[in-house]
């Protein structure tokens, strides 16, 4: 079965420096890998995702991630951070092993925090 | 722009009670999903719809059930609610393809007193 690690409950970050939020996976195919982002009694919102082709996505609002096959690691990247970014990030993985359709599959969530 | 919409923001009943949360969706996407989201535990597949009238249970589908008579609108129902009940329900669509990402509605954060 997939699965998503999120290994880091915070992470804490000054505003304009670099920051970086890990993520691990395990998949049984090709791994579908997505960020998103969730601010405070919202929904999630779609950050980027991996499918194909070049390691590096870039995404919304500055962000990117680094796909990594032999780590099985989707790291999500801002080279200098705001306080507005300051929110819950969800790692997932679409799950195709089931019968019928496809759901997603997330890790428990990293809390980021940039201190001004 | 795409919308997932839930029918409430914040939800308060009491226990026994029938609930019905609602979401309804206008981007025709075949897939559609109810997450339950707690502290600590990230968020939980309670059940996903891949067609009309077609589900399959998640990972905690005890003490719920659904309903998808029309593709737009999936329904979540707590059938007798219990204060264990008390969470963040998060609905969701996509399309049916593995390549494609989900879009989630406002969340409904339900209590149960």
């Known amino acids: 079965a997939q699965s998503v690690a999120q290994p880091e409950d915070q992470v804490n970050v000054a505003e304009g420096n670099p920051l970086t939020v890990k993520c691990t996976y395990s998949?049984?195919?090709?791994?579908?890998l997505f960020w998103y982002v969730q601010y405070p009694n919202r929904g999630l919102q779609f950050l980027l995702k991996?499918?194909?082709?070049?390691?590096l996505v870039k995404g919304s609002y500055g962000f990117e991630a680094e796909f990594n096959k032999s780590q099985t690691s989707f790291h999500l990247k801002k080279p200098s951070a705001l306080v507005s970014d300051s929110a819950l990030y969800f790692c997932?993985?679409?799950?195709?092993?089931?019968?019928?359709?496809?759901?997603?599959?997330f890790g428990p969530g990293t809390r980021l925090s940039v201190l001004p | 722009d795409v919308k997932v919409t839930q029918s409430s923001r914040y939800l308060v009943k009491r226990t026994g009670e029938k609930v019905f949360l609602e979401c309804v969706q206008d981007?025709?996407?075949?897939?559609m999903f109810w997450y339950r989201q707690d502290p600590g535990l990230g968020l939980r597949l309670i059940y996903f719809?891949?067609?009309?009238?077609?589900?399959e249970k998640g990972d905690i589908p005890e003490g719920y059930s659904v309903s998808r008579e029309k593709k737009e609108r999936f329904s979540l129902i707590l059938e007798s609610a219990s204060t264990n009940q008390t969470s963040m329900y998060l609905c969701?669509?996509?399309?049916?393809?593995?390549?494609?990402?989900?879009?989630f509605g406002q969340g409904t954060r339900l209590t149960v007193v």
């Open positions: 969701a669509s996509s399309r049916d393809t593995e390549n494609t990402e989900a879009f």
């Open positions: 998949v049984s195919g090709n791994p579908y």
């Open positions: 991996y499918i194909t082709g070049d390691n």
């Open positions: 997932a993985v679409r799950d195709n092993s089931g019968n019928y359709g496809q759901n997603f599959v």
């Open positions: 981007m025709d996407h075949e897939n």
């Open positions: 719809s891949y067609d009309v009238k077609m589900k």
